[in-house]
């Protein structure tokens, strides 16, 4: 298995409040996603990084925000939490450019 | 936008049948990845490919790289209980943008029931 962390496994919080998920890598991959997984929608982008400091934004990005200070580490927060965000966080991470992703266990973050 | 859309989105099965699954798009993809994620866990891949026309095999699972490059399919042979789960078709596609190149987009997932 590729060695990715993710913490916390899940998570409950109040709407308006700001979270911060963590994902640790120990494969020295150059790419990091984080993407989102609900229920007829599938796996959808929000962002990602192709470096450390450099970041871009996917497909679903409003409403969260991303860092990336050291190869292993790419944080994704949600500045006011609401329930729309409700769902399952996933980071991945690949060698090359959007290919061979390889993905962790999931953060499941509840907004109440 | 990309789009990819998987068939069939559920496959009720018995125990020793053999599966196909596929995705098709109206855009071309660069390389095929198919997953398969488990109740509670990360897609976990299987498979990948990147060529067109090209067919490869992980045990049971067999998937090719359709040669106009806007398809792919997955097969499971003798399938059995342990083959449940959610399986996905990835595509990634060639944009130019920023740092990176490409992109990679999910199909919706194919739900596969095993009786056994």
């Known amino acids: 298995d590729a060695g990715i962390t993710q913490s916390p496994r899940h998570k409950v919080t109040e709407t308006g409040t700001p979270v911060t998920l963590r994902c640790h890598q120990t494969?020295?991959?150059?790419?990091m996603y984080w993407y989102r997984q609900d229920p007829g929608h599938g796996l959808r982008l929000i962002h990602y990084?192709?470096?450390?400091?450099?970041?871009d934004k996917g497909e679903v990005s409003d409403g969260y925000s991303v860092s990336r200070s050291k190869t292993e580490d790419f944080l994704l927060t949600l500045e006011s939490a609401t329930s729309s965000q409700t769902s399952v966080y996933f980071c991945?991470?690949?060698?090359?450019?959007?290919?061979?992703?390889?993905f962790g266990q999931g953060t499941r973050l509840t907004v109440v | 936008g990309q789009q990819l859309n998987q068939s069939p989105q559920s496959m009720f099965i018995q125990e020793g049948e053999d599966v196909s699954m596929n995705c098709t798009s109206s855009?071309?993809?660069?390389?095929w990845l198919w997953y398969k994620q488990d109740p509670g866990e990360g897609p976990v891949l299987l498979i990948a490919?990147?060529?067109?026309?090209e067919l490869t095999s992980n045990g049971r699972l067999t998937a090719q790289f359709g040669i106009t490059r806007k398809d792919s399919f997955l097969n499971i042979s003798a399938s059995i209980p342990s083959d449940v789960g959610i399986y996905f078709c990835?595509?990634?596609?060639?944009?130019?943008?920023?740092?990176?190149?490409?992109?990679?987009?999910f199909g919706t997932g194919t739900l596969l029931a095993v009786q056994p």
């Open positions: 990084s192709y470096g450390v400091k450099d970041t």
């Open positions: 855009s071309i993809f660069n390389t």
């Open positions: 494969e020295n991959h150059r790419y």
């Open positions: 991945a991470i690949s060698p090359g450019q959007f290919n061979e992703a390889f």
């Open positions: 490919l990147y060529k067109a026309g």
């Open positions: 990835a595509g990634s596609y060639l944009l130019n943008y920023g740092g990176a190149t490409n992109k990679l987009i």
